[in-house]
C-alpha cells in the first residue's frame, strides 16, 4: 500500500512538470512587455493603531482618585484645558477611587474618534469634561512608548502621596 501511495505521488509530480513546461510563453520570456506605471504615495499616510487615548500620564493608588502626572502636548487633553495635579475623580461614571490602574487605563483608552467623559477635581473646582479620543500614531514615538509601558502603580504610603495638596 505505501509503495502505491509513492507511485502515485511521483506520477502527479510528473504531470505538474509537464504543464508547466508546456505554456507558451514559459520558454520565451523576453517577449513578455510589461506597459504602464503603478505609482502610490504614501507618505502623508499615518499608519493607525486603533488605539485612542486622550494623552495624559497618570499615577494611580487605590483608595484615591487618579492623579494626572503630565499632559502631553498635542493631544486632547492638552487642548481641553487639563492640567497636571488634577484629579480624575470618574470616567464615564464609573468612580476611580475603587479600581486598579489597569482598570482606569482601560476606561481612558478606546476606540479612536469615541467620547470618553472624565470628572475632574481640581483644588475646590469640580467639572465634566467630554473628550474624542486620538489614535496613539498621532502623538510622539516617545510617548507611545510611554502609553504602551502601562499605567504608573503607587504602593500605599499615605506620607509620600496626598492627593489632594
Not at 511521483?10 to 506597459?35: G, V
Not at 510617548?143 to 504608573?152: C, D
Request: proline share 7%.
Amino acid at each position: 500500500m505505501i509503495i502505491l501511495c509513492a507511485g502515485l505521488n511521483f506520477s502527479a509530480r510528473a504531470i505538474e512538470e509537464q504543464e508547466l513546461k508546456s505554456i507558451p510563453w514559459y520558454n520565451n520570456p523576453k517577449d513578455i512587455t510589461l506597459k504602464g506605471t503603478i505609482k502610490e504615495d504614501v507618505s502623508d499616510a499615518k499608519q493607525l493603531t486603533g488605539i485612542g487615548v486622550i494623552g495624559i500620564r497618570f499615577i494611580h493608588q487605590s483608595g484615591f482618585p487618579s492623579y494626572i502626572e503630565q499632559i502631553y502636548p498635542n493631544s486632547p487633553a492638552s487642548r481641553s484645558g487639563l492640567s497636571p495635579k488634577d484629579l480624575i475623580f470618574a470616567i464615564d461614571g464609573v468612580r476611580t477611587d475603587h479600581l486598579s490602574s489597569d482598570s482606569v487605563y482601560q476606561l481612558l483608552a478606546g476606540d479612536p474618534g469615541t467620547k470618553v467623559k472624565i470628572f475632574i477635581t481640581r483644588g475646590q473646582s469640580m467639572f465634566n469634561l467630554e473628550l474624542v479620543r486620538e489614535d496613539l500614531a498621532n502623538l510622539s514615538p516617545d510617548i507611545q512608548n510611554r502609553y504602551l509601558s502601562g499605567p504608573i502603580a503607587v504602593p500605599l504610603n499615605s506620607k509620600g502621596f496626598i492627593p489632594y495638596h
